[in-house]
């Protein structure tokens, strides 16, 4: 396309954005949802199935109680109501992938209904309204090979993996969220973030966007002020927290030119590429297919005993929101300083790398400094940025202790980012200790004084600042490794001054 | 010598455990007889002679080790082709699984093992269940031993054939609208579908979920009770399956056999009297009424008014639910495939497998089933017919407030001769019309031999309340003990 898009301010001057969000999140159960089958992640292909998630003929689905605990837990501590008495149900359609050729889903009979979960946006509280909370079972994965794209098309072989059939997955729907204006894009970031977070701090999901485990589909629409919602598009593989941002505000600058045009928005979906930071058109809703959905005639309704509910509602752990504010003031930091802190998604790290040994200030100074810098870069998220906590309280403490001065101790962070290991294997390998032999120091120095005598003579006549020159010069030779206060009172003793 | 073909299992099974007789020796039997019989009824769609000689010399090996052998430790048994056998070919008798040998064992199956039954081999059907005469496999039709001219019932008519012609003397069946009590109504033998959920369908290849019970066929009322008891029970495979013991039905077989039915109060559906059933077939089971009423069973008349919505509320139900399991069958895992020429898109390699795997009554099914749950007919269809299934069981659980038992005859008419109603879908569909409202409640039913009408079986059907399975086989033995075993011409 060559259609110039928009700015982005005059876009949200002339429309206001809805969105709305579907979230997949892949159970981190033991077994199966259907069977006993393991579920962990990798593996050879094929190699975690038995009769009932390949969908043999005569296998039958038995529910996985973990599971239907799991997404009550996350129905809760989304604020839902929990279904009395509801039923699985089977979506009908054909796809290789899928063994049975219907999902056992849930339709018109969630487990979790009804409740919200507040977000916080430039500092202000943002409810978002959930609709739904349901369980259902993850397909295989599909690998078409032998075409140039390894898409369907072109291809000549399509290779299915059903170790990930089965797998349970909880679908989260919120309601449409609008009002949120300009900041529509960091909304839906926010969001997705605070329920990564929740869904973490339950221990039910290792909630990895980028091994699938955490999926998300974002619906977007714009209208006139005043004027009812637009036609909505749902982009789907939006596969990071950053994509989703991005996704939501290249589908509104999209929608805004087509609007802009004189077009109308076709209701379809879209995919986001992460490339390019752009959305493509996919299948047409207006053709979608009739799912056929009906009561899963195999398996008994779920009925809830309303005491376990309440037991599970009165252990749930402490929530993010809760959990931040306690860090907050554990910290000592402003509302400012926690929503950088928030901002950089740095909360989780600083929290594991002071429990590792640094303080709250180095371990601040670290994650949102180098490390988020490094981030931005090369546009990863702050976590994936290759370095852990761990090893940041370990270079903090190399630090502490003397052996690096603060540019060591970032060129010791550049090799571990590049994954040459800890910060003292990588502090020992490449020599970079800070020079503290007075001796080797006193050799350093006395070589400066010679190569520079009219400098040395500004010293010794009482003009103590010229020591500098000569502090740059004993650094250089010892390739910055040398304590640079300990140098310069080599210096002025050396002059006499 | 004794003709061990001719004994009955529990016959069988004490010879066995005395020792007066080998459980090779019996299977061996059992094997000559269907070589022998076999080319002219069909039953069988795979013989697993090695299989069998194999299971029989443990049996004997057990019973050397002087180890305890279960009451049917010994005795042959043939099973409908619609449950999985590890390693043994599964073709639920339809092309699209031909040749498939599945992974796995069925919870009947693998009960059948532990109870040290000798499994001779799978039995004809029609395709999927789909059929009350056979005609519909993709095999060829299996032949009623009483007339080879005519049907042997369906869709378990392999089944009931088998017994018929002293092929063995218990098999298995399943009954989603009258596939076990029908077959044996019209081969003169008995035939009992359990409460459902009371048998596991774990490994029954599913034709409608809902309604799919297997179940146990015999030539006594006693020998299906202990069949019965071997592979009834919970099965934590299946979540439909109940989490209670298994009603004494073996109990209920010998008190019914003392031929006292004092204090039983049984109920004849009217609904299903006049013109709905040949007469012959009235004829028939009015008199085993007179022969209850002698036992000393209280007979009165019950109205069930909505048993007459229940054929149309099947052919919804069952389609539906037919439409979703079936499309499994795609050709990508296992099965049929064609068209795999590696020109043609997945999805033409589907249609094409389909197209070809399955017959035209399995795909007049699927299309009912999918137009029935698509979009914008869903509630008058399925919803409406969901409506009338809970009509029904009100009917049901009215009807055994007032009586102990529901009675009528099992089926409209003795077996047809072969093609004549598989130009009509419907006329072969009447043949479930009083076996299909027991389905739709979920209850049991036991088709029990209570007469012949030109030379023909009439069978009986008594139903009762579910988990209450017991009390069928108290009146079906009772009658038996009147009435007598029906005997086949032997071919």
């Known amino acids: 396309m060559t259609t110039t898009l928009p700015a982005y301010d005059e876009v949200v001057a002339r429309y206001e954005p809805v969105i709305g969000l579907e979230t997949h999140v892949e159970l981190g159960t033991n077994t199966k949802m259907w069977c006993g089958c393991p579920t962990d992640f990798g593996g050879e292909p094929n190699t975690r199935v038995c009769p009932v998630c390949l969908g043999l003929p005569g296998s039958l689905p038995v529910a996985n109680k973990a599971a239907i605990e799991a997404t009550i837990r996350i129905g809760l501590a989304l604020n839902c109501s929990i279904a009395q008495w509801c039923r699985f149900a089977r979506k009908n359609y054909f796809y290789p992938d899928m063994p049975k050729n219907f999902q056992i889903s849930q339709y018109d009979e969630p487990l979790c209904f009804e ?37 369907i098309h072109g291809a000549t072989e399509s290779l299915v993996d059903y170790n990930r059939a089965g797998i349970p997955l909880v679908e989260i729907v919120t309601k449409p969220i609008p009002g949120t204006g300009a900041l529509a894009p960091e909304v839906a970031r926010a969001y997705v973030t605070e329920l990564r977070d929740v869904l973490r701090s339950l221990g039910v999901s290792d909630v990895r966007m980028e091994e699938g485990s955490l999926r998300c589909d974002v619906n977007t629409s714009l209208n006139l002020p005043g004027a009812e919602w637009g036609t909505r598009t749902e982009t789907k593989n939006v596969n990071s927290l950053r ?101 950089a998604g740095a909360v989780e790290l600083i929290e594991a790398t002071v429990a590792a040994g640094a303080t709250p200030a180095a371990a601040r100074k670290w994650w949102l400094g180098e490390l988020s810098r490094r981030a931005n870069e090369t546009g990863v998220e702050l976590a994936d940025v290759g370095a852990t906590p761990a090893q940041v309280a370990e270079l903090q403490g190399l630090v502490d202790a003397g052996k690096l001065n603060d ?91 | 010598m004794t003709d061990l073909t001719k004994l009955t299992a529990v016959e069988i099974a004490g010879l066995v455990a005395s020792g007066e007789t080998s459980a090779v020796e019996v299977t061996q ?86 109870a040290g039954t000798v499994m001779l081999g799978k039995t004809n059907m029609d395709e999927f269940a789909m059929g009350s005469s056979t005609e519909y496999s993709a095999y060829g039709p299996s032949r009623n031993p009483w007339d080879t001219d005519r049907i042997p019932g369906g869709s378990g008519g392999g089944s009931a054939a088998a017994l018929a012609a002293y092929e063995a003397p218990l098999a298995i069946g399943s009954d989603t609208g009258g596939s076990i009590r029908q077959p ?136 539906s639910e037919c439409s979703s399991n079936l499309a499994r069958f795609d050709g990508v895992r296992f099965g049929l495939r064609v068209g795999d020429d590696g020109n043609r898109s997945l999805e033409e390699v589907m249609s094409l497998t389909r197209e070809a795997g399955f017959g035209p009554e399995v795909k007049r099914r699927i299309m009912i089933g999918t137009y029935a749950l698509s979009s914008g007919y869903y509630d008058a269809y399925y919803g409406q017919a ?35 109603r598989t130009s009509d879908p419907y006329q072969m569909y009447l043949a479930d019309l009083f076996t299909i409202p027991t389905n739709l409640y979920g209850g049991p039913g036991i088709s029990v031999p209570c007469g012949l009408a030109d030379g023909l079986p009439v069978g009986l059907q008594v139903m009762a309340p579910t988990m209450a399975d017991d009390r069928m086989y108290r009146v079906a033995a009772a009658l038996e003990s009147a009435v007598g075993t029906l005997t086949p011409p032997v071919l």
């Open chain 2, 386 to 420: 969901q409506k009338v299934r809970t009509l029904i069981t009100r009917d049901f659980t009215a009807a055994f407030e007032r009586v102990d038992a529901l009675i009528s005859p099992t089926t409209p008419f003795v077996a047809f001769p072969l093609g004549a």
């Open chain 1, 407 to 497: 540019k060591l101790a970032r060129t010791v962070l550049e090799g571990v980012v590049a994954g040459e290991g800890t910060p003292t294997e990588i502090m020992t390998n490449r020599n970079l200790e800070v020079v503290s032999d007075t001796g080797a120091l006193t050799a350093a120095v006395d070589e400066a004084i010679a190569a520079n005598p009219g400098i040395a003579d500004k010293i010794r006549s009482g003009k103590v600042a010229a020591a500098g020159a000569l502090v740059g010069a004993v650094m250089k030779t010892t390739r910055g490794q040398a304590d640079a206060k300990t140098v310069r009172e080599l210096i002025l003793a050396r002059l006499g001054a």
């Open chain 2, 29 to 114: 039997a059992h094997l000559d007889r269907i070589a022998a019989v076999d080319g002219r009824v069909n039953a069988f769609l795979h013989v697993d002679t090695e299989g069998a000689l194999a299971a029989a010399r443990e049996v004997d090996t057990r019973r050397a080790a002087g180890a305890e052998l279960g009451p049917l430790a010994g005795v042959p048994v043939a099973v409908k082709d619609v449950l999985t056998t590890k390693g043994v070919p599964t073709t639920v008798g339809s092309k699209i699984l031909e040749g498939w040998r599945p992974p796995y064992d069925s919870t009947i199956v693998q009960r059948l093992r532990a």
């Open chain 1, 243 to 343: 994509s989703v941002e991005r996704a939501v505000r290249s589908e509104m600058l999209r929608q805004a030119s087509v609007l802009d045009a004189g077009g109308r928005i076709t209701q379809e979906t879209r995919h986001f590429h992460e490339d390019t930071g752009d959305t493509t058109p996919g299948r047409s809703k207006e053709t979608a297919t009739d799912y056929r959905y009906f009561p899963e005639p195999d398996l008994v309704p779920i009925a809830p005993d309303p005491a376990w509910v309440a037991e599970l509602k009165a252990a749930l752990p402490e929530l993010p929101r809760l959990h931040r504010r306690r860090l907050q003031e554990a910290w000592g930091l402003s509302d400012l300083d926690m929503q950088s802190v928030l901002n």
């Open chain 2, 184 to 319: 044996g109504a019209v081969t003169g033998t008995v035939g009992a579908k359990p409460t459902y959920g009371g048998t596991s369908r774990y490994g029954l290849v599913a034709f409608s979920s809902s309604l799919d019970t297997p179940g146990p066929c015999a030539r006594t009322v006693l020998d299906a009770a202990l069949l019965h008891e071997a592979i009834g029970g919970h099965d934590p495979r299946d979540s439909t399956s109940i989490a209670a013991p298994v009603p004494d039905v073996v109990a209920a077989a010998k008190l019914g056999a003392t031929g006292d039915l004092t204090g039983v109060r049984l109920g004849i559906v009217t609904e299903f009297g006049g013109e709905g059933a040949e007469p012959g077939v009235m004829a028939a089971f009015n008199e085993a009424v007179d022969t209850l009423t002698k036992l000393g069973a209280e007979i009165v008349e019950i109205s069930c008014p909505n048993f007459g919505y229940a054929l149309p509320a099947y052919y919804l139900i069952a389609p």
């Open chain 1, 115 to 151: 409740g919200y979960l507040d977000v916080e946006v430039n500092g202000e509280t943002v409810r978002i309204g959930i609709e739904r909370v349901h369980l259902e079972e993850d397909t295989g994965k599909t690998l078409h090979v032998g075409g140039a794209t390894g898409r």
